[in-house]
């Protein structure tokens, strides 16, 4: 009965998760593995021993051995996440061990592999490139950029902040667009002249 649902959750988990039967209805501990899916990732077969849990629960018998998410170890060291489930008979007598090992190897490598690339962009330039379908996109954000550096809304903007917002699109290059200075005053709420007046004493310091 228990073989169609090990197969059904190794298959689903894939090939990192192990699922084996332990067959303890017996009192010998030396070859209870009953079925097994995956046993390459421990190295076990059929036949293959309880572990160290196992003797633990054979101890103290009446206890409740159900364990969910706890830390296992290959020979070789690597780190595996396992539950185990004991099935008991009608008496009470614990018959069987259903027990799940996924091998976090794949996935620690994974974390490693983003951390390293995190880490990497944590340490660039502060910069940021604009992707976009047309130059007045990459300058509309450029102007939202602006704006936000000074921490204030549009409509909360004294003369020296949206000064400012000329300084910061020009030393962006922004200006290089054909009417950028038109789009700039109309998003800043001022005239055309007043934002080439703006930009001009940003140039003349």
Do not use: W
């Amino acid at each position: 009965m228990l073989r169609p649902i090990m197969k059904a959750v190794a298959t689903a988990v894939g090939p990192y998760c192990e699922v084996v039967l332990h067959d303890l209805s017996r009192e010998g501990m030396e070859h209870t593995i009953a079925a097994i899916e995956n046993g390459h990732i421990t190295g076990r077969r059929v036949g293959g021993p309880s572990t160290n849990l196992g003797l633990e629960m054979r101890k103290r018998e009446a206890e409740n051995h159900d364990e969910f998410g706890y830390k296992g170890h290959t020979g070789d060291g690597r780190e595996l996440r396992s539950s185990s489930v004991y099935i008991r008979d009608g008496d009470g007598r614990v018959i069987a061990a259903l027990c799940v090992n996924v091998d976090m190897t794949p996935f620690q490598a994974a974390r490693a592999g983003l951390d390293e690339v995190l880490r990497s962009s944590e340490a660039a330039p502060d910069r940021e490139e604009v992707f976009a379908g047309d130059i007045n996109e990459v300058l509309d954000n450029l102007i939202e950029a602006a704006i936000a550096k000074t921490g204030r809304t549009v409509a909360l903007m004294d003369r020296d902040h949206k000064i400012g917002v000329l300084r910061f699109l020009d030393e962006k290059g922004a200006f290089v667009v054909k009417r950028a200075v038109d789009r700039v005053a109309r998003r800043l709420g001022i005239s055309r002249v007043t934002a080439y007046n703006y930009l001009d004493q940003v140039r003349t310091g």
